[in-house]
């Protein structure tokens, strides 16, 4: 019998997200509760987007909740390595033999012929999709294209009728028309592989048993099972588990909902307490009970128990169950410590000292001055926000664009904040202490503080775009129409900076 092996796979292309942690809790559980192992795996083929800060935010943020794995980017194991941006000999290996098998073809559309494609099957309302035009092309009109050097990706060929009809561990018999499963490109024009075709390759390479991830991946299992088909590989058992959700059972996102990992732990969460609360995700202990350790959701853990309703993060009920946490599994002096830890962490105090100062006279203005640096919300609301020169809409817009602006830096440093602020500034044709006025009532509740551009840097990304959106709530929030107009002038702002940039 194989040996159960389940993996996560997550993309350092961001914030570690609760979602991820989710995820892996219940594949790691999955694993150990059947003797088996529990892998690590970093998705790094989008090389764009993907960042080495964002995978050691990604292993921080899954150790400080104490899920561990048995091999991984950092500890090596067996089947390494565990990058994979370091396993292109394998995936070029791999993709020869499923273009010698013409189970897959190089295709040579421009993207300008893709649009059109794509526009003319929306407006006639049909599938959309790739039409396999490459797949005309004779033997002799590909070679003489790839001599030529003209750009192309490889695609794989679908079966043209007919369902893909498989078993997922929870949900049962699932069927899918092929019709409506696009010839997906397993390699991109820069050589390197899609997510698709590098998880099914690296999957049966690193002998995964069990593949338990999120529902939004049902639709591309059909695509995941040809390929195995295709190479003659035995298919790994799936388990599609249910989203996360918010409050109003949308799919959980950042734009309603905190989802950083890193957020939950600068806010002072107890790592025991979320890991306890993504375990109660659609799933429950047999006895019933609500709190509960890691390992004894282990020892009790039951993939059938998982209910398949869309499981609601429901930040309230954490902080109940947080507070259950604090009260009954600490003593006074281990929350003591516990919160001198948290608080006064020896790299951020020393970043804010030099801060406080400049405007303190006596020890006892300390605390009024530095309380924002170790608090959640503020307590504001929009009488704060009044200002001479701008209108509730104007502080709104502002801030939105600051929380875009900030949520595209690659780093996080004083220097890049303040680059981003006079960028956006200089774009807006706003004065600097103007539009930074609504981002020092965002970040520290009051109209002036110390230095708001540092603030932010000590504070970080994830309780600062929590405290902006915040903001925005209190000023009123943000419609649909207002969104759709702000994202417009946002991009238009970006495209007029980079032409800027151009000519300058």
Not at 107 to 113: D, I, L
Not at 239 to 266: A, E, F, Q, V, W
Not at 423 to 436: F, H, M, P, Y
């Amino acid at each position: 019998m194989q040996k159960v092996r389940t993996r996560i796979a997550p993309s350092p292309t961001g914030d570690p997200h609760v979602g991820t942690a989710y995820i892996a809790l219940f594949n790691r559980c999955f694993a150990q509760q059947h003797g088996g192992e529990f892998i690590l795996r970093i998705e790094d083929t989008d090389q764009v987007r993907s960042s080495a800060k964002s995978e050691q935010d990604i292993l921080n943020a899954l150790k400080w909740l104490g899920l561990s794995w048995s091999e991984g980017p950092d500890i090596g194991g067996e089947f390494a390595p565990y990058r994979q941006s370091e396993r292109s000999a394998l995936y070029s290996a791999e993709i020869l033999k499923l273009l010698e098998s013409q189970h897959a073809f190089r295709c040579f559309c421009t993207a300008e012929r893709l649009q059109d494609l794509r526009v003319k099957q929306m407006g006639e309302k049909s599938t959309i999709g790739y039409d396999g035009h490459c797949l005309q092309l004779s033997a002799e009109e590909v070679a003489n294209k790839i001599s030529r050097g003209e750009e192309h990706v490889i695609r794989m060929r679908i079966p043209e009728a007919g369902d893909c009809v498989f078993n997922d561990l929870l949900r049962g018999e699932i069927r899918i028309a092929w019709q409506q499963i696009d010839m997906q490109i397993l390699i991109k024009s820069d050589g390197l592989p899609t997510y698709h075709f590098a998880n099914v390759v690296d999957d049966h390479h690193m002998r995964i048993s069990h593949v338990i991830r999120g529902e939004e991946w049902i639709n591309s299992t059909p695509k995941h099972l040809l390929l195995y088909q295709y190479f003659g590989w035995e298919p790994p058992v799936y388990c599609h588990m249910p989203l996360l959700r918010n409050t109003d059972k949308s799919k959980l996102s950042k734009r309603k909902n905190p989802t950083s990992i890193g957020y939950y732990r600068d806010m002072g969460y107890l790592p025991e307490a979320v890991v306890n609360y993504l375990g109660m995700m659609g799933w429950t202990m047999p006895d019933g009970q609500e709190k509960f350790t890691l390992k004894e959701m282990t020892a009790s853990f039951d993939l059938s128990r998982v209910s398949l309703g869309g499981p609601v993060f429901d930040v309230t009920k954490l902080d109940w169950l947080n507070g259950k946490y604090i009260r009954e599994n600490l003593n006074d002096e281990q929350f003591a410590n516990l919160f001198a830890e948290w608080a006064f962490k020896p790299e951020k105090v020393a970043r804010i000292i030099p801060l406080l100062k400049e405007r303190v006279e006596r020890f006892t203005d300390v605390a009024p001055l530095a309380a924002f640096f170790f608090a959640g919300l503020p307590e504001i609301d929009a009488t704060r926000f009044e200002h001479k020169k701008l209108s509730q809409e104007d502080s709104r817009k502002i801030l939105q664009f600051i929380l875009w602006q900030l949520e595209q830096l690659r780093g996080f440093d004083r220097d890049d904040i303040e680059a981003a602020c006079l960028g956006l500034a200089e774009t807006l044709n706003t004065k600097i202490r103007d539009l930074l006025f609504p981002l020092f009532v965002a970040i520290s509740g009051k109209s002036t503080s110390t230095s708001v551009i540092d603030s932010i840097s000590i504070l970080g990304l994830d309780i600062t775009r929590a405290r902006i959106r915040y903001a925005i709530s209190v000023l009123g929030g943000i419609s649909n129409k207002e969104a759709k107009a702000f994202e417009k002038e946002f991009r238009e702002l970006g495209q007029a900076s980079d032409k800027q940039l151009t000519n300058d």
